[in-house]
């Protein structure tokens, strides 16, 4: 799996930022926190409870190309003999 930037809000004091809950449960994220985790208009985002409190991550449209492909060969085929036969030698 791909390692996300996010956010942690937590219940204990931190120095991070100030944040609060609307009355209709919303929470604006400091500029300053938007920009460093690429958290713009419309981007869709993940909550995970943690046992250090809520995780905000990014979510992630599109799976890692090396992802999309790990685990297609044989677990006994040889990419040296392969190259070596596409290569005529």
Do not use: N, W
Not at 8 to 29: F, H, N, P, W, Y
Not at 61 to 77: C, K, M, N, Q, T
């Amino acid at each position: 799996m791909r390692p996300r930037l996010g956010i942690i809000l937590s219940t204990c004091k931190s120095s991070v930022a100030d944040m609060r809950i609307s009355e209709r449960g919303q929470i604006t994220i400091p500029k300053r926190l938007r920009d460093r985790f690429g958290m713009y208009k419309d981007v869709e985002v993940e909550i995970t409870p943690t046992e250090r409190g809520l995780l905000i991550q990014k979510r992630t449209a599109e799976e890692h190309p090396v992802e999309r492909i790990s685990g297609i060969l044989d677990d006994d085929f040889d990419v040296d003999r392969y190259i070596a036969e596409i290569r005529g030698t």
